[in-house]
């Protein structure tokens, strides 16, 4: 019967360590993820990934945390999956029915909803109806952050360089104020803009005239007709509901003016007829204590002259 050889190693040489797997716990996933959203909330693009540098700073902190080495491949693999979480979450996000409470980072559903959903998508019960754990961190990590305004410029231009449109043989500066109107036919022509309609007197933006230059208009004959139509619908919705406001007079408005002390019959009258008129007045004139209604009484009067 053969013997089991052992192997001897060379001269000098290390014993092979065994490789040990890693268990991420939460606190250890936090620590990363909190690490990396400070690193992208410093300014630092992440919309094609950390680099290598983030990465280690990464799995220093970790490696701090659990007290022994945290690799930077493992806190890549890591955080491949926690992208492919938010991803998923984004997705959840957009289903038709689907709430968002921000208070508690949750995406919410009805339960009839939640149910049917879950038992297609058995895998997507975690992210519903329950608390998204470390989801800020991810939206620092993740996000997709889109540039506004001149921060949208071409990735070759500096930042708040004006645009310039190029055409044949001139150049036109669209933010600079002494454009003198050179090539600007030429730019016409460049865009399949016609000429038509353009004076040679007209006066170019340099010229000391502050005159404002009228816009033509890119509405056809129809086209206004049509905008009139439809603003002058609205202003008749718009009065119709603003005459639906306090349709009805308080029932005691008549009583209450008729017993004030101290007024004539013709005061008590007209006052009566303008608090009806002006029903929302009329109303806060109920609500008023006795000797504030009197006063009230009094300055309806000598506001409107017209009324005795």
């Not at 170019?204 to 603003?231: C, F, H, W, Y």
């Not at 929302?280 to 006795?290: C, P, S, V």
Request: with cysteine.
């Amino acid at each position: 019967m053969a013997e089991p050889v052992e192997e001897l190693l060379d001269e000098g040489a290390q014993p092979k360590k065994a490789v040990k797997m890693m268990t991420w716990t939460p606190p250890m996933s936090a620590c990363l993820l909190k690490c990396l959203a400070h690193i992208a909330a410093k300014g630092v693009k992440t919309d094609k990934g950390f680099k290598e540098v983030h990465i280690t700073k990464a799995a220093k902190d970790v490696t701090q945390l659990v007290g022994y080495e945290v690799t930077t491949t493992q806190v890549t693999n890591h955080l491949r999956k926690w992208k492919t979480r938010w991803q998923k979450i984004d997705k959840l996000r957009t289903l038709s029915g689907a709430l968002w409470y921000d208070d508690a980072k949750m995406i919410v559903l009805a339960e009839q909803h939640y149910l049917d959903h879950t038992q297609d998508h058995n895998k997507d019960a975690e992210f519903l109806n329950t608390p998204l754990v470390n989801y800020e961190y991810m939206e620092a990590c993740f996000a997709d952050k889109l540039a506004m305004g001149k921060f949208a410029m071409g990735s070759s231009e500096p930042l708040g360089k004006p645009i310039q449109v190029e055409c044949p043989g001139n150049t036109i500066d669209l933010e600079s104020g002494a454009t003198n109107g050179e090539g600007f036919g030429e730019a016409q022509a460049a865009f399949g803009i016609g000429g038509e309609g353009m004076d040679a007197t007209t006066p170019s933006p340099s010229s000391g005239s502050n005159k404002k230059r009228k816009r033509a208009s890119i509405l056809s004959d129809e086209d206004s007709t049509q905008v009139s139509n439809m603003s002058d619908s609205l202003r008749v919705v718009a009065g119709a509901i603003n005459n639906t406001c306090h349709a009805e007079t308080h029932p005691d408005l008549c009583k209450t003016v008729m017993v004030l002390p101290d007024f004539e019959m013709d005061q008590k009258l007209d006052v009566l007829d303008y608090l009806t008129e002006h029903k929302g007045k009329g109303l806060n004139f109920m609500k008023m204590e006795d000797d504030v209604r009197q006063a009230a009484f009094k300055r309806i009067i000598a506001k409107n002259p017209d009324l005795v």
